[in-house]
């Protein structure tokens, strides 16, 4: 039996505060707590819950930008966090991000090209692409999520918000990765941008099998995209069930607001 | 006579493009106690409309037209009454509470300042007033706190204090935009049930700016659906949700991921695409002189971009849309 995509086991994070007084110990804050879950590949999982409740922690720790203070991050059996750095920088291939502002992810003085280009050049492995496969993989890239060869010489300030995150998705499958962990990729978008995008999300799954591992406070976006749905409070998972199942009957009462507030 | 009525509000704004209308020929009418919903996507004239009704557009904006409270016109007005009537019988509440509220100044001093101001409370009348405001809108340990600085509170609780602000006054007039933007979901329920319960209370009328048809659904007893700078919807809530005419209304309600359980079973490649609105929002500048939605609709004919639409009334009463096409708004979804 083969390592399923993603396996997260009873991951933590404390963060430790400044000090209020020099003779006192620094209070601390536990972010996550006990986090612990798998996605299968095809899966995607859905993470909800409000500001502060640890869920772009976890996206953090997910994607290694940020150490766990236990647990680990096991990617198709190959726990990230133990990894030399130059492993996990080759590692980096299988997954990317998308983040929420679509206008503060992508360097302004940088022609798209260029952004969408940055993480193979980043990748740093032996068997490093040529400069015209880089080329034509960053157009093939771009064609895919609806941008023109024309837009590649011109400057993230030229595009709309929607085209700035197509941008941005552009550059998390230009390596082709398993996983795409998408932190809030639609809050900051309006309602008829939002959709192309969630649009353009879903062909992208079914175009090049990729599983998402989406944070968003929006239960309905969660539903539209991920087969399961993890809710989290004050750093804790505190439920985990397949979508149509936290939909039709929610455990746990903040659950219960969530979905109230998504109804119309 | 109707406590707020607007006719033909226009705003004009210097761009570099020159001069272009960012909200056109736009009327209403608002009673006591009643509740308005003003809806659409960035750029389509909602927060330009509320700013016009404060007086305060920013310089670059030429505003023309009625704005009419209580029978008073309230273009033309020099500062020194517009001052007299902001934060006294019309108030606002704003998006973000961090930047609404002075860093600087306590809150108790922030809340207490319409009171001095407006109704000539001494400080310690105006405290004791600000006090009673703070626990009205549900501040814990209101007595103890007065005296602490807006980033001594949580998001919730700074909006809490501008409603406080905003309500001093006992206003005739309430005007919200997105006042729970920046915050959670949870939070967000309480503070609408909060400006809810006041407006009833002290009898105001409630004008809810938002982009987020679900709150505007749940809060408002009419609703202007607005694109482009215009009014292309209007009606009570129910029923424009339920039997949206206009092409844009339809394509928005469509657009947003429901809340349903899925059809096909969540295998890989089991989610459903969403209907979306063909082409993107036109600049400003680039607005048709007829429908401002002509061109991404789909009943578009040569006569939408220079004719403009008429008010063509709906099956429920008070429901309209402006469109030429009878047929477009009468088509099944």
Redesign the interface.
């Known amino acids: 039996m083969t390592a399923p995509l993603l396996q997260v086991r009873q991951l933590c994070r404390r963060y430790t505060l400044p000090r209020r007084k020099p003779w006192e110990p620094a209070p601390v804050v536990d972010a996550l707590i006990d986090a612990s879950f798998t996605i299968e590949a095809g899966r995607s999982l859905g993470i909800v819950g409000e500001s502060g409740s640890g869920k772009s922690t976890l996206a953090r720790l997910v994607m290694a930008l940020d150490t766990p203070t236990r647990g680990q991050v096991l990617l198709d059996g190959q726990d990230l966090h133990a990894l030399p750095p130059r492993a996990l920088r080759a590692a980096r291939r299988d997954f990317q991000m998308v983040f929420q502002d679509p206008y503060g992810s992508l360097d302004p003085r940088h022609t798209v090209e260029r952004i969408v280009a940055e993480p193979l050049a980043a990748l740093d492995t032996p068997n490093a692409m040529t400069a015209a496969d880089q080329r034509q993989r960053v157009r093939a890239t771009l064609e895919s999520v609806g941008l023109r060869p024309s837009d590649l010489g011109k400057y993230p300030h030229e595009f709309s918000g929607g085209q700035r995150q197509r941008i941005a998705i552009a550059r998390a499958l230009v390596t082709r990765p398993r996983l795409i962990v998408a932190d809030e990729p639609v809050s900051a978008l309006d309602v008829s941008v939002q959709a192309q995008v969630l649009n353009l999300m879903v062909d992208m799954q079914q175009q090049y099998g990729v599983t998402y591992l989406l944070i968003s406070h929006d239960l309905a976006i969660v539903n539209h995209l991920c087969s399961d749905v993890a809710v989290m409070t004050q750093g804790r998972i505190v439920e985990l069930a397949p979508a149509a199942q936290i939909f039709s009957a929610p455990q746990h009462p903040y659950t219960r607001l969530l979905l109230d507030a998504a109804m119309v | 006579m109707p406590l707020l009525d607007v006719q033909n509000l226009r705003v004009d704004l210097r761009t570099h493009r020159g001069s272009t209308a960012a909200v056109r020929s736009v009327s209403f009418a608002l009673e006591h106690g009643d509740t308005l919903g003003l809806v659409g996507?960035?750029g389509c004239g909602k927060s330009l409309t509320a700013l016009a009704l404060m007086g305060l557009l920013p310089e670059a904006a030429q505003v023309s037209g009625s704005i009419r409270l209580q029978g008073q016109e309230l273009i033309g007005l020099d500062e020194p009454a517009l001052c007299r009537l902001r934060g006294n019988r019309i108030a606002m509440v704003f998006q973000e509470p961090m930047t609404a509220l002075n860093p600087l100044h306590r809150i108790g001093q922030q809340v207490a300042e319409p009171l001095r101001r407006h109704q000539g409370l001494g400080a310690a009348a105006a405290r004791t007033e600000a006090l009673a405001l703070l626990q009205r809108v549900g501040i814990p340990q209101a007595a103890q706190r007065l005296d602490q600085y807006p980033h001594q509170f949580s998001g919730g609780q700074r909006q809490r204090i501008t409603i406080a602000m905003a309500l001093a006054c006992k206003p005739a007039l309430l005007l919200a935009d997105e006042p729970t933007t920046a915050l959670?979901?949870?939070?967000?329920?309480q503070i609408l049930d909060l400006i809810q319960g006041l407006v009833q209370e002290h009898r105001m009328g409630l004008l809810l700016v938002s982009?987020d048809?679900?709150l505007i659904?749940?809060n408002t007893a009419r609703l202007l659906v607005m694109y482009g700078g215009s009014v292309v919807e209007s009606g009570p809530t129910a029923s424009v949700?339920q039997a949206a005419a206009h092409p844009y209304t339809r394509?928005?309600l469509a657009?947003?991921?429901?809340?349903?359980?899925?059809a096909a079973?969540?295998a890989?490649?089991?989610?459903?695409?969403?209907?979306?609105?063909a082409g993107?929002?036109p600049e400003l500048a680039d607005l048709p002189p007829g429908c401002p939605f002509a061109g991404r609709c789909g009943w578009t004919q040569p006569r939408c971009h220079t004719e403009v639409p008429p008010n063509v009334p709906q099956a429920t009463p008070a429901h309209s849309a402006r469109c030429l096409r009878p047929e477009a708004l009468e088509a099944q979804p």
Do not use: M, N
Request: proline share 13%.
């Open positions: 996507e960035s959670d979901v949870t939070v967000q329920r982009h048809l679900g659904a749940r949700l394509g928005l657009a947003r991921p429901r809340l349903q359980p899925h079973p969540h890989p490649g089991g989610a459903q695409r969403l209907p979306t609105i993107t929002v």
